[in-house]
C-alpha cells in the first residue's frame, strides 16, 4: 500500500513560529497561492513567504474570511526564529500535498479552473460536506478518496507496490 494512505490518515501538523498549523488544506493552497507565495510558486521561499504561509494555515477556511494583512505583518517582525522555520514550513507542505502514485498519460490535460476548486467540489458533491468543512478538509486526504472513488469507477491508472518498487530500482 503506498505511505500516502496512511500519512494521510495520521499526520499530525506541526508547531511553526509559534503557530499550531492545521492539515494542510485547499482554502490553504489557495490562499497562498493567490498571494504569490513562493512554497508554491516554485521559486526559492523567503523569510517573508514562511510568516505568511505560518499566518495563514493555521487558519481555518471560516478564520480565514477574516484576513488580517497588518496583522501578519505585525506578528512576523515579532516572529523569531522564522528564517530556520523556512525547512520546516516546507515538511509541512511537503507531508500536505503528499499524493498517491498514478501513472500519467501523454493525453492527461491539466484543469482549467483552480486545483483546490475541484478538490474542494468533490468534498462536497462525493463526501457530502458543508462549505466550510470542503474547504478545511486536508488536501492529501481528499486526493486519497478522489483516488479511491476513480478506481471505483475504472480508473486503472495508481502505481501497486511492485511497479513503485520497480521504478525506485531504475532510478537508482
Known amino acids: 500500500m503506498q505511505g500516502a494512505f496512511i500519512q494521510a490518515l495520521t499526520y499530525s501538523p506541526p508547531v511553526i513560529l509559534g503557530r499550531q498549523m492545521r492539515p494542510f488544506s485547499c482554502w490553504h493552497g489557495l490562499m497562498l497561492e493567490a498571494m ?3 512554497f508554491l510558486g516554485g521559486t526559492k521561499p523567503g523569510v517573508a513567504d514562511v510568516v505568511a504561509g505560518a499566518w495563514v494555515c493555521a487558519l481555518s477556511f471560516k478564520d480565514g474570511l477574516l484576513f488580517d ?24 507542505i511537503d507531508a500536505g500535498l503528499r499524493c498517491p502514485e498514478y501513472w ?18 468533490f468534498a462536497r458533491q462525493h463526501l457530502g460536506l ?14 486519497c478518496y478522489r483516488a479511491c472513488n476513480a ?3 475504472g480508473w486503472k491508472n495508481l502505481k501497486s507496490d511492485n511497479e513503485m518498487k520497480a ?6
Open 151 to 153: 478506481e471505483q469507477e
Open 69 to 92: 494583512g497588518k496583522a501578519i505583518v505585525a506578528w512576523g517582525r515579532k516572529a523569531r526564529n522564522a528564517a530556520s522555520a523556512i525547512a520546516q514550513f516546507q515538511d509541512y
Open 130 to 143: 458543508d462549505e466550510a468543512a470542503a474547504w478545511d478538509e486536508p488536501v492529501a486526504r481528499l486526493v
Open 36 to 38: 504569490g507565495n513562493a
Open 104 to 121: 500519467r498519460k501523454a493525453e492527461d490535460k491539466p484543469v482549467k479552473a483552480p486545483y483546490w476548486w475541484h478538490l474542494a467540489l
Open 167 to 172: 521504478k525506485a530500482a531504475l532510478e537508482k
